[in-house]
């Protein structure tokens, strides 16, 4: 059986006092969730939240640079991660892909990267409006898992995470109906069979955009959905602890 996801991403929100307060509201109110927590925080706050973190929650880092060290001016690697205890990595990302114009070619190298060092890669896809419009939108995704995949061995992906983040559904409020985003998931693992076996089943593949406490039920109803990443609603702690309990009731 595949355990479920509940990630959040926080992209560039939160200060490091924030980050800790969100750590400490959640341990108080003692959570009990069937699912593997996981908080993608800003770089600077990696080292004190894996410290603070209750050893069932997973911290990740929402970027990396896949050479070791060098001049890369701005840049954290992998092995700066792996030495505070940060063991995930968000890969490709649509605001990585668009606003920092991280290529297909560098997102492969992240990924091969990641995985070398044993890292578990939480790596994004998604069409834009225009390409699901087009009928375009599981083409797309297929090109984008192949050539983040090409050359890897089916032994090293076992951990690894895929999300399905449809463009046009990320902080629009807008989300895939259930029924879209199962089709894409199981189109995702589909794919993933034909390029790597039976392994395919095991991966966990989640979706993300504008996932909410009141929406999160449905979605984690559907059998090819092991989960959610989770942008604007995952900055409120009590929002993050109804995801991560299942949802609302609605
Ligand atoms: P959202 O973001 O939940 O705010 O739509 C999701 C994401 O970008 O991972």
Redesign the pocket.
Known sequence: MRTPIMAA?WKMNKTNAEGLAFLDYLRGKQVSSKMELMIFAPHVMLSDLVRASEPEWTIGAQNFYYEDKGAYTGEVSAPMLKAIGVSHVLIG?SERRMIFKESEEMLHEKLVKALKEEMVPVFCVGESLEERKNGAHFSKVTQQLNSALEGIEAEKIRKMVIAY?PIW???TGETATAGDAEEMCAHIRKHMERLFGSIAEELRILY????KPSNVKEILGCPNIDGA?????SLQADDFIALATGGNDV
Do not use: F, Q, T
């Open positions: 991403n990302h983040e559904a990320i902080g993300g955009g504008s996932v990443l989770v942008g604007g609603a």
